[in-house]
């Protein structure tokens, strides 16, 4: 299985919004909704941010949402905010019932 | 609050076997999840390797599914991996993980704090 397709990196001011890609195949995004979104700040392990393509857990800002379209998911943060700055990474279901990550994003907030 | 908790050596010589446990507190293994690691090298992305059920069925990444071997002791509310012949590409740190999956959904909830793994002579 390939890694997911997403831009190395990614910049916003605060208060702006960003959107992050993530690029699969009929194999894993574009045929399942099992897609999901984690937060890595540096030196900590990855947290949920997004489920079942654009659910929130209960604590994650309303601020994080996200979509899908074909085999393109996508994480879309709205209102900027220092904290936010971090490493973001896609994940999805695959048809072999195996999960596959993206290469992950880079976000800076300036 | 489900806990996980990687333990394991930090430094394995190349060709030897890596092995690691997770042990899981607060939740029971033995419940509608999937028990999971994760890597990542150094400065780079996250590599997903497998899962397991509490039954013993697993999935694993193609990638390593040769060299990978995962068990569950629910008698101990853990999990492990083995990951045989390995390299100096293997140094990472390694995380457990709870991954929750359903008709609609398969998602990572809880992880491990990680371990790093150095994989050297």
């Known amino acids: 299985q390939s890694a997911l397709t997403q831009p190395p990196s990614v910049s916003g001011s605060p208060g702006q919004s960003v959107t992050i890609s993530c690029t699969g195949t009929s194999s894993d995004v574009g045929s399942y909704n099992r897609v999901s979104w984690y937060q890595q700040p540096p030196g900590t392990a990855p947290k949920l941010m997004i489920y079942?393509?654009?659910s929130r857990p209960s604590g994650v800002p309303d601020r994080f949402s996200g979509s899908k379209s074909g085999n393109t998911a996508s994480l879309t943060i709205s209102g900027l905010q220092a904290e936010d700055e971090a490493d973001y990474y896609c994940?999805?279901?695959?048809?072999?019932?195996?999960?596959?990550f993206g290469g992950g994003t880079q976000l800076t907030v300036l | 609050q489900v806990q996980l908790q990687e333990s394991g050596p930090g430094l394995v010589k190349p060709s030897d076997t890596l092995s690691l446990t997770c042990a899981v507190s607060g939740h029971s293994i033995s419940s509608n999840n999937w028990w999971g690691w994760i890597r990542q090298p150094p400065g780079k992305g996250l590599e997903w390797i497998g899962y397991?059920?509490?039954?013993?069925?697993?999935y694993y990444n193609p990638s390593l599914k040769s060299r990978v071997t995962m068990s569950v002791d629910t008698s101990k509310n853990q999990f492990s991996l083995r990951l045989s012949s390995v390299t100096a590409v293997d140094t990472a740190v390694y995380y457990c993980?709870?991954?929750?999956?359903?008709?609609?959904?398969?998602?990572?909830?809880?992880w491990g704090q990680g371990t790093l793994v150095t994989v050297s002579s």
């Open positions: 079942e393509v654009s």
């Open positions: 994940s999805s279901y695959t048809s072999s019932s195996t999960l596959v």
């Open positions: 993980a709870r991954t929750h999956c359903s008709i609609t959904s398969c998602y990572i909830d809880y």
């Open positions: 397991i059920y509490y039954s013993g069925s697993t």
